[in-house]
């Protein structure tokens, strides 16, 4: 079935750094979904995409739907302990994959140090 | 405000006993999941359903059933034959079909 390779699985970094991760699968995606979880609570959507290329903006976080539609990056820029968390990619398959559902990458965890 | 609502936050029972989840949510969605996450881990599907009174198995469905009674509600049963029931639980909608999903805030259920 599709899957979705997230990386990294965890980062840890200085308050004020930049951050990237990336979302990669085998299989086409037509949406790619960007959420957040903090520690016991549910995840909350950052970004969505819809389009191959498309690059959105949420405050200082960054979204681009891949060329291939098979990948998608996120970028936080500025990083702040608040951005503690983890973050997961998600997607739904092209319809040629005769699934409706929404496939969730493993996260990744990112922790800012002061 | 609208969204969703998962009660209660904790939930402690004895091994044997079902237990029932709820979930309701006032943001006129059609379509509700249920979503299992264990410590480290990403989100498994549970169940789904895309209309009232239809709803379709999800990855790992053995051991929990649902119903859709109404728009507003998904509530989810654990049962006895569900082997390893401790993990916390996550409640979702969604407009309709392939549009993001939004959560409820989890259940964390500890069966001992």
């Known amino acids: 079935g599709q899957q979705l390779n997230q990386s990294p699985q965890s980062m840890f970094i200085q308050e004020g750094e930049d951050v990237s991760m990336n979302c990669t699968s085998s299989?086409?995606?037509?949406?790619w979904l960007w959420y957040k979880q903090d520690p016991g609570e549910g995840p909350v959507l950052l970004i969505a995409l819809y389009k191959a290329g498309e690059l959105t903006s949420n405050g200082r976080l960054t979204a681009q739907f891949g060329i291939t539609r098979k990948d998608s990056f996120l970028n936080i820029s500025a990083s702040i302990p608040s951005d503690v968390g983890i973050y997961f990619c998600?997607?739904?398959?092209?319809?040629?994959?005769?699934?409706?559902?929404?496939?969730f990458g493993t996260g990744t965890r990112l922790q800012v140090f002061p | 405000d609208g969204g969703i609502t998962q009660s209660p936050k904790y939930l402690f029972r004895k091994e044997g006993q079902n237990v029932t989840l709820s979930c309701e949510q006032n943001l006129n969605h059609d379509a509700m999941y249920w979503y299992r996450q264990d410590p480290g881990q990403g989100l498994r599907l549970i169940y789904y359903s895309q209309i009232v009174n239809d709803f379709q198995k999800g990855d790992i469905a053995e051991g929990y059933s649902v119903s859709r009674e109404k728009k507003e509600s998904f509530p989810l049963t654990v049962t006895s034959a569900q082997k390893n029931p401790t993990a916390f639980y996550l409640c979702a909608s969604s407009i309709q079909g392939f549009s993001p999903l939004h959560f409820g805030n989890g259940t964390r259920l500890t069966v001992t």
């Open positions: 299989s086409i995606f037509n949406t």
């Open positions: 998600a997607g739904y398959p092209d319809p040629s994959y005769n699934t409706d559902k929404l496939i």
